[in-house]
């Protein structure tokens, strides 16, 4: 019979799409997996035939005001960790704790801070995820904050000054823990390490669900660190869907350039798609602008038959079939761009964004500004690079790499080999 597996996670679809595919996965294996996590994904999960639990604090990705906050360049992190976590915490624990009382095992994400302390007040085996390589924190390959371009240049100076900068990160959160660290003393437990640091991973197991090419394995990174791949949530639910016209608006001229900003950096787009259809026009390419849900993002009069808007479309199916990719950096976009093949251009906003961007950049077949420097004047000139046979080719080069990889087997192949041994 198969094991019971909890899955938690939180955040946006970047966060619940490679979560939900590994669910997938471990059900397809004969396992009894249930993915906990915000009430706003419920019918989106039960909808692919998965078991779902309800963990706060609810997410609305239709809270603009909230969205936009959270995505703060700056104090994002901070409203993130402080605001909307730790005065949930108690909540987020007991619905952890009522789902996870039969479970085999627990799967956390880097910020579902009540899932290691309930593994531990059961005494149930854990593992934990890092969707991103900036979330393990590595002195040899030093982090790149939001607003802080300078850090690109620390990598070159070694591990030294790698350490100064993860120095400088814990004196700044050093505060943002109180709570948590009170809740653990209250519940009878050892006040553990910093949760946005060392105490996120697991002693068990650590998956790294980002594609392999963009970061290999470092010195100090935890030495139970698996590489999976990203898992991919492939489109097998209605949903996925093409919108109405744009199968035929492929067919009907020259591959396009697509413009997204992802599921959370799209309720901050500020000039984004106005400079965005000046960037198409400018290059005399077709464009796809993803606006998301919000109505200001559609510029005015943007319909041609060289423009085609719409709030959303699969990236897996849309991708291969474009000339280059803009958007703000999110692992799940990034990493259907890589799988796809195709030069990126990189307007960051905040969180993990100007880390994978600089990773991508690394690469190859990338740039990146800052969203706030984005504008057709420096976009038009980047994506002309980009558009360079030479570039195209080493995307191409990676993009079978990135597809030869199998996120979802490598990632149930290790949660089943820990399941195995505990």
């Given at each position: 019979?198969?094991?019971?597996?909890?899955?938690?996670?939180?955040?946006?679809?970047?966060?619940?799409?490679?979560?939900?595919?590994?669910?997938?996965?471990?059900?397809?294996?004969?396992?009894?997996?249930?993915?906990?996590?915000?009430?706003?994904?419920?019918?989106?999960?039960?909808?692919?035939?998965?078991?779902?639990?309800?963990?706060?604090?609810?997410?609305?990705?239709?809270?603009?005001?909230?969205?936009?906050?959270?995505?703060?360049?700056?104090?994002?992190?901070?409203?993130?960790?402080r605001?909307?976590?730790?005065?949930?915490?108690?909540?987020?624990?007991?619905?952890?704790?009522?789902?996870?009382?039969?479970?085999?095992?627990?799967?956390?994400?880097?910020?579902?801070?009540?899932?290691?302390?309930?593994?531990?007040?059961?005494?149930?085996?854990?593992?934990?995820?890092?969707?991103?390589?900036?979330?393990?924190?590595?002195a040899?390959?030093?982090?790149?904050?939001?607003?802080?371009?300078?850090m690109?240049?620390?990598?070159r100076?070694?591990?030294?000054?790698?350490?100064?900068?993860?120095?400088?990160?814990?004196l700044?959160?050093?505060?943002?823990?109180?709570?948590?660290?009170?809740?653990?003393?209250?519940?009878?437990l050892?006040?553990?390490?910093?949760?946005?640091?060392?105490?996120?991973?697991?002693?068990?197991?650590?998956l790294?669900?980002?594609?392999?090419?963009?970061?290999?394995?470092?010195?100090?990174?935890?030495?139970?660190?698996v590489?999976c791949?990203?898992?991919?949530?492939?489109?097998i639910?209605?949903?996925?869907?093409?919108?109405?016209?744009?199968?035929?608006?492929?067919?009907?001229?020259?591959p396009?350039i697509?413009?997204?900003?992802?599921?959370?950096?799209?309720?901050?787009?500020?000039?984004?798609?106005?400079?965005?259809?000046?960037?198409?026009?400018?290059?005399?390419?077709?464009a796809?602008?993803?606006?998301?849900?919000v109505?200001?993002?559609?510029?005015?009069?943007?319909?041609?038959?060289?423009?085609?808007?719409?709030?959303?479309?699969p990236?897996?199916?849309?991708?291969?079939?474009?000339?280059?990719?803009?958007?703000?950096?999110?692992?799940?976009?990034?990493?259907?761009?890589?799988?796809?093949?195709?030069?990126?251009?990189?307007?960051?906003?905040?969180?993990?964004?100007?880390?994978?961007?600089?990773?991508v950049?690394?690469?190859?077949?990338?740039?990146?500004?800052?969203?706030?420097?984005?504008?057709?004047?420096r976009?038009?000139?980047?994506?002309?690079?980009?558009?360079?046979?030479?570039?195209?080719?080493?995307?191409?080069?990676?993009?079978?790499?990135?597809?030869?990889?199998?996120?979802?087997?490598k990632?149930?192949?290790?949660?089943?080999?820990?399941?195995?041994?505990?």
């Amino acid at each position: 019979m198969g094991k019971r597996i909890i899955l938690t996670t939180f955040g946006s679809f970047g966060d619940i799409n490679p979560y939900l595919a590994i669910t997938l996965g471990l059900k397809e294996r004969g396992h009894r997996p249930v993915l906990a996590t915000s009430e706003f994904y419920r019918s989106r999960i039960e909808g692919m035939g998965v078991e779902f639990h309800p963990v706060r604090p609810d997410i609305d990705l239709e809270d603009i005001d909230a969205i936009r906050r959270i995505m703060h360049e700056w104090k994002g992190p901070q409203v993130l960790v402080r605001e909307y976590l730790l005065p949930h915490l108690y909540d987020s624990y007991n619905d952890l704790l009522e789902v996870a009382r039969d479970a085999d095992l627990i799967l956390t994400h880097p910020i579902t801070y009540a899932g290691p302390i309930v593994a531990e007040k059961y005494n149930i085996p854990w593992a934990s995820a890092v969707i991103a390589p900036i979330s393990l924190f590595s002195a040899y390959d030093p982090p790149i904050f939001p607003g802080t371009p300078w850090m690109t240049g620390f990598a070159r100076l070694g591990p030294a000054a790698g350490r100064i900068v993860l120095d400088l990160s814990r004196l700044y959160t050093r505060h943002w823990m109180k709570p948590l660290y009170r809740f653990r003393r209250d519940l009878g437990l050892a006040r553990g390490q910093n949760p946005i640091f060392e105490g996120q991973y697991s002693p068990y197991m650590v998956l790294a669900l980002f594609p392999e090419v963009l970061a290999g394995p470092q010195p100090d990174w935890p030495h139970n660190t698996v590489v999976c791949g990203y898992p991919f949530l492939e489109e097998i639910h209605d949903e996925w869907k093409m919108p109405e016209g744009l199968h035929q608006f492929l067919e009907d001229g020259p591959p396009p350039i697509v413009f997204t900003l992802g599921s959370s950096a799209v309720v901050e787009a500020g000039a984004f798609y106005s400079e965005s259809l000046e960037v198409a026009r400018s290059l005399g390419s077709r464009a796809i602008l993803l606006t998301g849900p919000v109505e200001e993002n559609v510029p005015q009069k943007p319909h041609s038959s060289e423009v085609f808007v719409c709030q959303f479309a699969p990236y897996s199916m849309l991708f291969p079939r474009c000339r280059a990719v803009v958007s703000s950096a999110g692992m799940g976009t990034i990493s259907e761009g890589l799988r796809a093949g195709r030069p990126m251009l990189l307007a960051t906003y905040s969180h993990d964004q100007p880390d994978n961007a600089d990773h991508v950049r690394r690469l190859g077949m990338s740039e990146y500004v800052n969203r706030r420097l984005y504008n057709a004047k420096r976009a038009v000139p980047l994506l002309k690079k980009l558009l360079d046979e030479g570039v195209r080719a080493k995307a191409e080069e990676i993009g079978i790499r990135v597809s030869s990889e199998d996120g979802v087997a490598k990632a149930c192949d290790a949660l089943e080999k820990l399941l195995n041994e505990a």
